[in-house]
């Protein structure tokens, strides 16, 4: 295989011929090139699996045994991977693979000037005013512009308010300069080959993988998750990303075959997916490494430039995270303008979508929000792909196990302190084990340790990225409670710590006429709400009734039920006794549906929507062309054009032998 894999014959060559050249003096007793052949693989086995200083088989025979062992493995698992996946292609996961091994790609740390990060001291005196102290009311809000300063952007540390840094406020004449830059810089980049840009993203990956620490103590300090979160959140699905672009990217942008009708078999039909030019993104703060790379992967692997415009609350670390970006583009010989940061406040990202140099708008944020970026966009006639708010649902039967399904929950409602697109806001517990349900997990909510996510503490729950979000929390409750609901625990910010904390509230007894059952809450909220006699068609009709329509999950002993529920949920996305793995398996289209937003990000469609779908046909024989006849070419003579029109309609579309014979006659007629 290596010796036909012309890209990589040379380094094969090298690799077998050593391998040769180790085991020779273990086969000359059989002699001949079996012998060889069985050494060369035996020794190979050893490289790779032995630990020993100087691996070798100690005799012909062993070599065989160990060669012929290694040989049926190889050959068991490809078929066993077969049968697992009928849709694996075996040859372009052979040719990724040689290209993982013989393709070195180089090590950008020293090219990326990551900031150091000053952790809480444990025997710090200091630590305690700092990270523990007990405040009476609730911190000041930081003020990201300074009026005497308004070029520049304020960065603070949501979980200890301490400065980060700044970075420049963009005007919309910067911003244009910059997109011009990228589009200057895409149009060598869309010529690229696949293989070169998977180069580039393996660079990235081989960054990121070992850089996890410092990477999640960046998303933990300046969006105050906690590290777990953060590589949960951040690097895992990241890599996935990477590793699923390596994998299909290549194969989902390649031309899709299109059939042809009886009248143009002469014809090859197909679209081709063309590099739109610049895309612009706009990211929210959640999340702020993944949403810096989740667009920048995709758009540059799919040939365009890409802007992104990060969120004031997280420009500090983006900084960081595009460095990266830039540097996996410049280590491998490629211009580094082609991706681009703008950091500012709202007034930069309405230039970004304004701006005449940008292709598309990716936006992700609130329903309101989206709406402007549409107006903005339309007198351009720009497309917009919109992944707004969301308020999945999460629905337990009654047939469930209490303990198997308390972590999902928990894990729906306080990962990342709830501020999720896909996060869980609507927790749908059967009648009958409702009471049960509340009694198990109140103490589980309420044992949840919150504070700095850099601190020797152990924390499970982070801050809260605006202070501004913690005052519609806690509105969104207090209206629950005013109307009826139960408040178990939690319902107030925690102001035993200096950042911005929410506490993490259960609430049951939740009703439609509650702003929090229509409402994104975006925080550290479960809300429990009964269904009603444990009735499966009320429970859809519940679910439904809500203005979003990003995610759903339902659990049940039985698959097939929680299958039949879950499929007549109104939401982009659902999933079966699981919680937010659709976003792990980035082969599938993320997105929703009515106040959720429209287009998709991931998988082959969201890759497709970084390109021009163009049809394209050419001629199939070679000489074989069309003409156009001349009962219908011009000058034309009305009579005969009907007639010889008429013909070709019943030859192709009637619906019977007769039919299709008389039309062979009117073509022949008035031909």
Request: aromatic share 8%; charged share 20%; glycine share 8%.
């Amino acid at each position: 295989v290596c010796a036909f894999t012309s890209t990589y014959k040379e380094r094969a060559s090298e690799v077998i011929m050593s391998c040769a050249q180790a085991s020779d003096g273990m086969c000359v007793e059989d002699g001949g090139f079996i012998s060889v052949f069985y050494g060369a693989i035996a020794q190979l086995a050893f490289n790779l699996l032995s630990t020993d200083a100087d691996p070798t088989a100690s005799s012909p025979q062993v070599a065989r045994m160990i060669s012929l062992l290694l040989l049926s493995t190889v050959v068991f698992s490809v078929t066993a991977a077969r049968y697992v996946n009928a849709d694996w292609y075996l040859w372009r996961d052979l040719k990724l693979t040689l290209e993982s091994i013989f393709d070195r790609v180089p090590d950008i740390a020293s090219q990326v000037d990551l900031p150091p990060l000053q952790l809480p001291d444990e025997d710090d005196s200091d630590n305690e005013s700092r990270y523990g102290a007990t405040s009476s009311s609730a911190p000041k809000p930081m003020q990201l512009v300074d009026d005497a300063s308004p070029t520049i952007l304020q960065c603070y540390s949501p979980a200890t308010l301490d400065k980060l840094g700044t970075v420049p406020n963009l005007s919309a004449g910067q911003v244009s300069e910059l997109a011009m830059r990228s589009k200057v810089a895409q149009q060598s980049w869309k010529i690229t080959t696949f293989a070169q840009r998977r180069r580039v993203l393996r660079t990235l990956q081989k960054y990121v993988v070992s850089h996890i620490d410092e990477i999640c103590q960046l998303c933990a300090k300046d969006s105050g998750k906690t590290q777990v979160d953060a590589l949960l959140g951040e690097i895992l699905t990241t890599c996935e990303k990477i590793r699923t672009l390596l994998h299909h990217g290549e194969t989902w942008l390649e031309p899709s075959k299109r059939p042809v009708n009886p009248m143009m078999i002469h014809k090859n039909a197909y679209v081709e997916y063309v590099p739109l030019g610049v895309l612009g993104i706009i990211a929210p703060w959640n999340y702020p490494f993944h949403n810096m790379l989740n667009h920048v992967l995709s758009g540059i692997f799919s040939g365009n430039g890409v802007v992104t415009k990060c969120s004031e609350h997280t420009s500090w670390s983006s900084v960081y995270f595009h460095s990266i970006c830039r540097a996996a583009l410049e280590v491998n010989g490629f211009d580094p303008e082609l991706v681009q940061l703008c950091t500012g406040v709202a007034e930069t990202g309405k230039a970004l979508v304004e701006c005449p140099h940008v292709d598309k708008i990716f936006f992700t944020g609130s329903p309101n929000v989206g709406r402007h970026v549409m107006k903005g966009a339309a007198p351009f006639l720009k497309p917009v792909v919109l992944e707004l708010g969301g308020k999945d649902a999460m629905v337990f039967c009654e047939d469930v196990k209490l303990k198997d399904v308390i972590p999902w929950a928990m894990r729906g409602c306080f990962q990342n302190c709830g501020q999720n697109c896909c996060g869980v806001e609507r927790l749908f517990v059967y009648e009958s084990i409702a009471h049960d349900f509340i009694a198990a997990i109140v103490e589980k909510v309420r044992s949840l340790r919150q504070g700095c996510p850099l601190s020797e503490n152990m924390v499970d729950c982070g801050a809260m990225v605006m202070d501004a979000q913690c005052t519609l929390v806690q509105g969104l409750v207090d209206d629950a409670v005013s109307k009826g609901a139960t408040l178990h625990c939690g319902g107030k910010r925690n102001t035993s710590t200096r950042g911005q904390f929410y506490e993490p509230t259960l609430l049951s007894g939740v009703t439609p006429n509650m702003r929090i059952w229509k409402e994104e809450v975006f925080g550290p909220i479960m809300c429990v709400i009964t269904v009603p006699g444990d009735n499966d068609e009320t429970c859809v009709q519940m679910v439904n009734d809500c203005a979003f329509g990003l995610g759903s999950s339902v659990y049940s002993a039985s698959t097939s039920r929680a299958l039949a529920i879950g499929s007549q949920f109104n939401t982009g996305m659902f999933t079966a006794n699981d919680f937010g793995v659709n976003y792990l398996i980035q082969s599938l289209p993320f997105g929703g549906v009515k106040e959720s937003g429209f287009g998709r990000f991931a998988g082959p469609e969201g890759l497709r929507s970084c390109c021009l779908e163009r049809s394209m046909v050419v001629d199939r024989i070679p000489g074989v062309r069309t003409s156009i006849p001349g009962p219908i070419d011009y000058p034309m003579n009305t009579k005969q054009g009907m007639g010889f029109g008429k013909g070709l309609i019943k030859l192709f579309y009637g619906d019977s032998v007769w039919v299709k014979a008389r039309g062979i006659l009117d073509l022949i007629r008035n031909a």
